[in-house]
């Protein structure tokens, strides 16, 4: 079984969805989130509790999952290492494009397989078996991409910056800043 998931982002990503329907037949789950599309030879679910998540990552033979930190890291921690593939900004699937990013810095690193373009999933080889666990991927390393994450992608690109959390936190307490 191959396991797709979009994440929980609330912009659609139909080109992942679009090209899964393009791979040969075989058993699919897809976690559709707000995509319109819900490929016609997949098991479709909008959003799945964290515990049926984690449980189809474990028994599925591959993980194709968007560039999302939460996704990966949970891919990873389950001995799973994911394909993922990045949401663009000029297709309004992401606010930016720090998901190219991520994918490229952890393709370096040997963690996951990027695949830039949805459509070039089906030149992939999907085997019926799970693969291969994972090396020990503790979740230290989770901890620490998220860190990265926040603080050199997600901080300086967005709007609210840790300056700008810290006076929101200080006018909630009513300390004024």
């Given at each position: ?11 659609p990503f139909d080109r992942l969805l ?78 930016d494009d720090h998901q190219v990013s ?16 949805p459509a070039h999933l089906r030149h ?54």
């Open positions: 079984m191959i396991f797709v998931t979009v994440g929980t982002n609330e912009a679009r090209a899964v329907e393009s791979l040969e037949p075989r058993e699919l789950v897809a976690q559709c989130g707000s995509s319109s599309l819900r490929p016609k030879n997949a098991t479709c679910v909008d959003f799945l509790p964290f515990e049926k998540l984690v449980e189809y990552v474990r028994s599925a033979s591959a993980v194709v999952t968007h560039a999302g930190v939460g996704s990966i890291a949970v891919a990873l921690a389950n001995g799973r290492r994911p394909i993922v593939v990045p949401r663009l900004q000029r297709y309004g699937e992401a606010i991520l994918g490229r810095r952890l393709e370096r690193s040997g963690l996951v397989t990027l695949v830039e373009e992939l080889q999907f085997d019926d078996e799970p693969p291969p666990r994972v090396g020990n991927v503790s979740s230290a390393l989770a901890e620490d991409l998220s860190h990265y994450l926040h603080e050199r992608v997600v901080a300086p690109r967005h709007p609210w910056s840790k300056r700008q959390d810290a006076a929101t936190v200080k006018a909630r307490r009513g300390d004024g800043g």
